[in-house]
């Protein structure tokens, strides 16, 4: 059987590659997938007292690249003082002292810390200042979390919570932020 001259020569180059122990350029690598995404463009907590304070206020989230937004405003704090924001694992604050929101929100079960310092709860946040007048306007990104579409960082349908007190960023498992004074879980509106 003789082969034509394009094949002839194919099958020298083939032959003369596989010789010098050199392989043909590999075909490139498929891009890396992009992390999960959320299928929610908008929700919403309505945060109600719990513990018996009076601490109360309404966020909006909205997915943004590599997290989640969080805006609205939180009133009755203490004045002045700094109080420890979560989410929790749980979309229930029907405990009078809202332990029914289960512990932080963590799923690559990492230890407490502050986020972007290290490990920590994908559900752990910086604490929040309240002004004078006990109100705080709130404007934090959640990194690492999506908005809907049940993947396992996703925060829809979980409890956000206000505490009494400041979170420590080390105390385990929830930074020492003592108790629970307001929960809403986390809906989607859109």
């Known amino acids: 059987m003789r082969l034509s001259l394009p094949l002839a020569v194919l099958a020298a180059t083939t032959t003369l590659l596989a010789a010098c122990g ?3 350029p590999a075909r490139p690598e498929a891009p890396p ?23 109360s206020g309404r966020v909006a989230l ?13 009133g009755g704090l203490p004045r002045g003082r700094q109080v420890a924001f979560h989410v929790h694992e749980k979309g229930d604050c029907s405990a009078v002292d809202a332990s029914s929101a289960g512990g932080h929100f963590n ?12 490990a920590h709860h994908a559900g752990d946040m910086d604490n929040l200042q309240a002004n004078a007048e006990g109100v705080v306007h709130v404007d934090v990104r959640l990194r690492g979390v999506t908005l809907g579409g049940g993947a396992a960082n996703d925060i829809a349908g979980r409890a956000l919570v206000v505490h ?24 989607v509106t859109r």
């Open 62 to 74: 909205v997915p943004e690249a590599g997290g989640v937004h969080i805006t609205g405003v939180i």
């Open 164 to 187: 009494a007190d400041a979170d420590d960023y080390h105390s385990q498992p929830a930074g020492n932020a003592g108790a629970r004074v307001a929960c809403g879980v986390i809906r």
């Open 22 to 24: 050199t392989r043909p």
């Open 33 to 55: 997938a992009p992390p999960a995404m959320g299928t929610a463009q908008m929700a919403e907590a309505n945060l109600a007292p719990a513990s018996a304070s009076l601490v």
């Open 107 to 118: 799923p690559a079960a990492q230890p407490h810390g502050r986020a972007g310092g290290g």
